[in-house]
């Protein structure tokens, strides 16, 4: 598990993080996600020792992270780092080198990562000859090349194409369920909801919440149901326990703003009114939370 304590960083006079705190537990993918300059690509870049923190600290497993430890993670950094004029193979095949893999384990590996991301036909096409989505497949496949025991990403499905994005969510999930920790960060907060088990928000370097994806519902959600009736429902709005948010004919999405059990007074209502065809909570947004979080 990678536990990040109380981190700190300063760029002249500006806190670019301020005691940010959080954890990537094995088998599970964690979103982080916040708007530009929020201190995500900082954040990342320390733990993976490319900065320096000015206070806090990062530990694998409890201990601090050495270079050994450190040249077991796999990192996909936001600006593609691959060389353009060499070929798809090689060159991923060379980083797993770096990353102590054998020749004939990193060749192996390369050609199965570049058949999962179906970019086999692609393999000795030089970089800069690929798409710019394909080039994003190809970064994927260097940071996993020498099965790492952390994989962090920054922005992977930036520039994805619809398919692109489920090949790519494809070879994500299989890493984590084979239990590596996976922390990558994403603007797409849809990919997110569906990718990710926790999430950590980021705001001005600060964190301002973070948990499993369930568990941030519960606490910034605010508390909605959706109410369809056979008949109109605009009798909600003479009810003094509720605020009504959106009223169409039968259905109306409300708040409780009464004590106690509201929400069941109203489908006693609504029964009493006639037949009820669905009375269901309202599970917010990851965006709807974002909003709220920060």
């Known amino acids: 598990m990678l536990t990040v304590t109380e981190l700190r960083r300063n760029f002249g006079e500006h806190r670019a993080l301020d005691n940010v705190s959080f954890e990537v537990r094995p088998g599970r993918m964690t979103g982080f996600i916040g708007a530009n300059g929020s201190g995500k690509t900082t954040t990342m870049r320390i733990i993976l020792g490319v900065l320096a923190a000015h206070g806090g600290s990062v530990v694998w497993h409890g201990a601090p992270i050495t ?19 060499a070929k798809v193979a090689e060159q991923i095949t060379w980083l797993g080198r770096l990353h102590g893999l054998d020749h004939a384990t990193a060749r192996e590996n390369t050609l199965r990562l570049l058949e999962q991301l179906e970019l086999a036909e692609r393999a000795g096409d030089k970089l800069e000859e690929l798409s710019l989505g394909n080039q994003q ?56 909801e569906r990718l990710c088990d926790d999430v950590v928000i980021i705001s001005g370097g600060v964190v ?26 605009g009798w909600l709005r003479d009810l003094p326990e509720v605020r009504i948010v959106d009223l169409d004919g039968p259905r109306a999405v409300f708040e409780p703003i009464g004590n106690g059990r509201t929400d069941q007074r109203v489908l006693r209502a609504a029964l009493e ?15 709807e939370i974002f909003k709220e979080a920060i």
């Open 67 to 85: 270079q050994a430890v450190r040249q077991r993670f796999g990192y996909m950094p936001e600006e593609r780092g691959l060389y353009p004029k």
């Open 137 to 192: 497949r190809a970064q994927v496949a260097a940071a996993l090349v020498h099965d790492p025991t952390l994989l962090i990403l920054d922005e992977p499905f930036s520039g994805l194409d619809p398919i692109a994005v489920e090949t790519m969510l494809g070879v994500l999930r299989e890493r984590a369920d084979s239990g590596v920790p996976v922390l990558f960060s994403s603007h797409q907060l849809g990919l997110v």
């Open 208 to 233: 301002k919440a973070s948990g499993g994806r369930e568990e941030l519902r519960a606490k910034y959600g605010s508390r909605r149901f959706e109410l369809v009736l056979e008949n109109d429902a």
């Open 273 to 287: 009114r006639g037949a009820v065809r669905s009375f269901t909570p309202v599970v917010p947004s990851l965006n």
